[in-house]
Structure formats: structure tokens, C-alpha cells
């Protein structure tokens, strides 16, 4: 199995020489813990505004995480129904999770993968990562195509997940992709890439 | 401007006669609020787990959002030049933000270009909206397509955004996308299914 390295994936791509310089943001003037756990932080920053003014910027601190697209030999691929407890409802995912501590992304896609799926895989291949939320958290997800997966065992959940795993034809896919069933934003943006990395996107320009 | 109307943007597209039954998830022991602005908040969910152990499971309560694909009538793109204070950078973005009390998804949608950007828009189509981070916050991001955008005036940034407007050819923007350059999750798959729709998902099968 191949894993690309990368000094910082979440660098940008190299800026483009007609690309604006970056703004100056504003100062922390100071920031308060509000919330600590080991699932989630939350901090307010207190900027301090153009005029000397004073605004408060809550973030949220989530360890980031992976998302992984199963693909096998023969070009299906394997999506989980999930459950997920914020919005109360089951719907078709990839894997996804959070690192662990010291966790390379690599490694967090393939234990990912073989707990939520039951698959191992052949060969991981990069795509671009992304920020979900960047409005209020800087949590950045890793994502990844596993490529040649082959069925090794069963599922291994945590106790406070729901999933079930499923085969699906590379058409099904498509047409659930387009159609907005893949309503996890990781899981559509991940299969959204991995297709056009494939193909291009489509057009008279693509 | 026509506004597509929906009565539950939030739903999923119908099942399809093959889906599992919907998980049945696990009962809310209790919940506890640990935090409360109107900017965000956050609540501790205590989950009854099958064999009666109790998991805490965090909930981000944001309010939603909408993103918007701002498209010339002769084909080009206006993206912005946007920093983030969760993460300290600036990167190209579409026009985003939360939903005010009372507003509809298109009313966001429309304010939010016309505020960023300075342009005002022709017609809405509505993308399929998502969920940006489901295993924390049931946080729901309605997306757009604003079609023959024209130029209204300046911009109108809160005194906490620094932004700048550009108007981009087409090719540039699919460039971007591919080389993963829109690193801010809502743009690029706003941008992915915008093309999709356009010119389908490429590719042999598609």
C-alpha cells in the first residue's frame, strides 16, 4: 500500500501570481475558554476591529478528521447507512471519522475504512482536503480514494454508532450523487472529486 | 426572480424501495446545555446505549446557512477574496453565510450576494443543500446557483469580514476546483454540483 506524504496538506496550492495578498485579519485582543473536553472545545477570541471597537468570535475546536471513498477491483464501491444523532436521521455515507492522537491521516482513513466498512484496501490515493465549516471551526478533513478494497472481516463499531455497509454499483452512485442523496457534506464532496479526478468535470471546457 | 419553493428543504430526496429501514438510534437520557449566544451553542446529549450504559455525545447548535454560485450572463463567475479567522488564511470562497431569524433560504441567499459581492441576481436555482459537519451539528447549508448576476453597488461587509470581489472566467473556476484550490468545503461542493448539473457528472457512465 502506497501513502503519499506531504509536509502540510493543509497547505494551500501555490497561490497564483495574480492572487490577491492576503488580508491582514484583525488582532486577538484576548481569548476565553469556554468549554473543554476530550469531543470538543469551544473558545471565544476577542477581536479587536479597525476603529479600536471589540467583537466577540466564537470557535469551535474539533480534532480533524478523514473521509474515504471505498472503491473495489471491479469498480463498485461500498457506502454505509448511518445514523447520525444531530439531525436524528439514517441516510448513505462513506467512512469518515476523527484522527486519533498522533494519527496520520493515511492511517485514520484505513482504520476508518475497516471499522466502518469490514474492507481493507490496496492503495490510498489523496485528494484535496477542505474546510467544512471554516466560518466557525478551522477542523479540516483529510480525504481519500481506497482503491482495490477487499472484504477482511466485519464491521467494528463504537458502542454509540449505527451503520450498516452496502456494495453499490459505480452507476448508483452517480445518479444518488446527482440527485443530492449523499445529503453528509464529506461524503458528497469526496465522491464529487474523486469522480472528476477521474474524468474531469464534464463540459464543453472540462 | 423566481424562487423555488420547498417545503422541507432539509428532506431527503424520496427512498429508493432498496434502502434499509431508517437505524433506530439511541434515547436521550438527558441533555444539558453547556453554552448559549446568539452565535452559537453547544449542548451535551446523554445517550442510552443498548445494555443500558449511558455516552455523551456533543451537539454544535448553529443556525443554518446558505451558499450561492454567483454566475454572469456570459458565463463568468464572481468569487471572493475571503479571510478566515478560525484558520488565519485568505482563499477564494462563493458567497456564504447564516440565515437571519425569519428568513428564507432564498432571501439569505440573496442578501448574502448582494453583500459580498455587490451583485445582485436574476434568477435562483436551488442545489441540493447538506449538512457540513453531521457527526456534531445538525447545521444545514442551503445551496445556490445565482444566474445573470449584474452589478448593484459596493459591497456591504459586516465590520468583522475582510473581502475582496473578482470576476472570473469559467475556466479559471473548474481549474481551481480540480487543483483543489477552494479549500472552504462549501464552495467546492457548491461549485462541483453546480457543474454536475450543468453538464452532468463525467465520465463513461455518466
Do not use: K
Not at 52 to 62: K, S
Not at 80 to 86: C, N
Amino acid at each position: 500500500m502506497s501513502s503519499p506524504t506531504n509536509p502540510d496538506p493543509r497547505a494551500r496550492p501555490a497561490s497564483r501570481a495574480d492572487d490577491p495578498e492576503p488580508h491582514p485579519g484583525f488582532p486577538v485582543e484576548r481569548s476565553e475558554r469556554i468549554y473543554d473536553s476530550i469531543w470538543c472545545g469551544l473558545r471565544r477570541d476577542v477581536l479587536r476591529l479597525p476603529g479600536g471597537d471589540l467583537q466577540d468570535y466564537h470557535v469551535v475546536e474539533i480534532t480533524d478528521a478523514v473521509v474515504v471513498v471505498p472503491r473495489l477491483a471491479d469498480g463498485r464501491y461500498v457506502l454505509i447507512w448511518q445514523h447520525r444523532h444531530p439531525h436524528g436521521r439514517s441516510h448513505w455515507e462513506v467512512p469518515a471519522g476523527r484522527m486519533h492522537a498522533d494519527e496520520a491521516p493515511e492511517a485514520a482513513a484505513l482504520r476508518e475504512l475497516r471499522e466502518e466498512t469490514g474492507y481493507a484496501c490496496g492503495r490510498l490515493e489523496r485528494l484535496s482536503g477542505f474546510f467544512p465549516v471554516n466560518g466557525i471551526s478551522d477542523h479540516y478533513a483529510h480525504a481519500f480514494v481506497a482503491h482495490d478494497c477487499e472484504l477482511e472481516g466485519e464491521l467494528q463499531l463504537d458502542r454509540a454508532e449505527r451503520i450498516t455497509a452496502r456494495v453499490v454499483a459505480e452507476q448508483e452512485v452517480r445518479e444518488r450523487l446527482l440527485a443530492g442523496d449523499f445529503q453528509d457534506g464529506f461524503t458528497a464532496l469526496a465522491l464529487f472529486q474523486h469522480f472528476a479526478r477521474a474524468h474531469g468535470i464534464a463540459g464543453a471546457e472540462g
